[in-house]
């Protein structure tokens, strides 16, 4: 259910950052390094997670010295709903990945089963490879068995969180820091 504006701003004071702008900022550098390492040569085509990694892969990828072909893709399995179910394309991939390594940029892999659908479609369009870049790794142990990340930036605790990328509500994407509902206010929300 939609929030108001007023709604928004109380969040914060429910809420704390657990994780800096400073933290941020180098834990993208410790990713843009890695990638440039291992992808720097392959011509790969990056492509975007929307809306969710709009902020963190306009960070990464201003750090990556290397030449790569960007695009997006924006799918969902809840759709409007709190539980998911199949994937729904709201955008197909904007580039053709066929014989191409392939990275996907998402803001958070938090239980995995959306971005997991997404590299399956992707590596059904034949890519040489299909990568994941998260800004944010939440530690627990409800991810696909057998499905990884290779570069993550930071980690967090199973917690709601938003800031960089991640939304409360469709709001505070644009926080520069990591924040997440402090857990005696879970039960008010």
Known sequence: MPIS??????IIIK???I???KDVNTALDN??????????GLDPVILVVMNGALIPAGHLLTRLNFPFQIGYLHATRYNGETLGRELHWI????????DKVVLVVDDIFDEGTTLKA???DLNGHGPT??????????????KPAGFKVEYVGLEVPDRYVFGCGMDYNE??????GIWAIREDEMLNL
């Open 15 to 17: 809420s704390e950052q």
């Open 31 to 40: 990713m843009a390094k890695a990638i440039t390492a291992d992808l720097g």
């Open 171 to 176: 709001y505070w994407r644009n926080l520069p």
């Open 118 to 120: 997404v590299i399956e």
């Open 91 to 98: 955008a197909k991939p904007s580039l053709n990945v066929k």
């Open 19 to 21: 994780r800096s702008p």
């Open 5 to 10: 504006v007023i709604q928004a701003q109380e």
């Open 129 to 142: 490879a299909v990568y994941c870049a998260t800004l944010v790794n939440k530690i627990h142990d409800r």
